[in-house]
């Protein structure tokens, strides 16, 4: 899992770093950086969770950095769509990007929860055999 944990960030990252400097230098905004900014702590946990004795924690410190991504993100795309189903403008290049940004943090909490079962699993199955 800790090489998943630093996939997603580096998607994440890359996904700020284009929102940003993809666009045009008038319509540059720090929150095009959002993505980076949930990356970053997902990369640095994913990298404490490379040690067997941090992995844990790690893991369980970088699903909270992806759920709070994900919920965050799927909070503002949902209120991008209530924007476009009353006919208010809206910008489409950041709802892609926010809509990206869901997608990426919600496969990675699904991921690290099918983990930790698994993990779970696997805990239950050893007592048992002792």
Same mark, same amino acid.
């Given at each position: +899992?800790?090489?998943?944990?630093?996939?997603?960030?580096?998607?994440? !990252?890359?996904? @700020?770093?284009? @929102?940003?400097?993809?666009?045009? *230098?008038?319509?540059? &905004?720090? /929150?095009?950086? !959002?993505?980076?900014?949930?990356?970053?702590?997902? @990369?640095?946990?994913?990298?404490?969770? +490379?040690?067997? &004795?941090?992995?844990?924690?790690? +893991?369980?410190?970088?699903?909270?950095?992806?759920?709070?991504?994900?919920?965050?993100?799927?909070?503002? /795309?949902?209120? /991008? *769509?209530?924007?476009?189903?009353?006919?208010?403008?809206?910008?489409?290049?950041?709802?892609?990007?926010?809509?990206?940004?869901?997608?990426? =943090? /919600? @496969?990675?909490? !699904? +991921? =690290?929860?099918? &983990?930790? !079962?698994?993990?779970?699993?696997?805990?239950?199955?050893?007592?048992?055999?002792?």
């Amino acid at each position: +899992m800790p090489q998943i944990a630093l996939l997603t960030a580096l998607l994440l !990252i890359l996904e @700020g770093l284009y @929102g940003y400097f993809g666009a045009a *230098v008038d319509d540059r &905004s720090m /929150t095009a950086l !959002i993505p980076l900014f949930f990356g970053v702590p997902i @990369g640095i946990s994913g990298l404490f969770a +490379m040690k067997d &004795s941090y992995r844990m924690h790690a +893991m369980h410190a970088a699903v909270s950095f992806g759920l709070l991504g994900a919920f965050a993100a799927w909070g503002r /795309t949902v209120m /991008t *769509v209530g924007k476009m189903s009353q006919g208010m403008e809206y910008n489409q290049r950041a709802a892609m990007m926010v809509l990206i940004m869901a997608i990426i =943090c /919600t @496969g990675f909490v !699904i +991921m =690290c929860v099918r &983990s930790f !079962i698994a993990a779970r699993k696997r805990q239950r199955a050893e007592k048992a055999q002792e």
